[in-house]
Nanobody
Framework: QVQLVESGGGLVQAGGSLRLSCAASGRTFSRYAMGWFRQAPGKEREFVGGINWSGSSIYYADSVKGRFIISRDNAANTVYLQMNSLKPEDTAVYYC?????????????????WGQGTKVTVSS
């Protein structure tokens, strides 16, 4: 069992930055791939990016590539999502998720554990 807690969301103006954190419980965190997803009102949950267990492979959705950075600190059982140059269309609830297999899928149904989400609102 893995528990995830996201933090760092809030209200920011367009062009600003936020850093989201996802703290995980469990001693095996360092074995897992992690994904970040977001869900805007009335829309499906979408893949933002993901990172493999070591941090050596990182993937991003085209919509955030060049603006968002994913990293992890296995000693702290935490994964981060640095969001820069934010746009109003980035407004959503952001979730982190654990994939216990050594892959980084883009489909949310493939993930095993989820956090409760943190809300990000970007004003224009």
């Amino acid at each position: 069992q893995v528990q995830l807690v996201e933090s760092g969301g809030g209200l920011v103006q367009a062009g600003g930055s936020l850093r989201l954190s996802c703290a995980a419980s469990g001693r095996t965190f360092s074995r897992y791939a992690m994904g970040w997803f977001r869900q805007a009102p009335g829309k499906e949950r979408e893949f933002v990016g993901g990172i493999n267990w070591s941090g050596s492979s990182i993937y991003y959705a085209d919509s955030v590539k060049g603006r968002f950075i994913i990293s992890r600190d296995n000693a702290a059982n935490t994964v981060y999502l640095q969001m820069n140059s934010l746009k109003p269309e980035d407004t959503a609830v952001y979730y982190c998720a654990v994939e216990t297999r050594p892959i980084v899928p883009v489909d949310p149904v493939d993930y095993d554990y989820w956090g409760q989400g943190t809300k990000v609102t970007v004003s224009s």
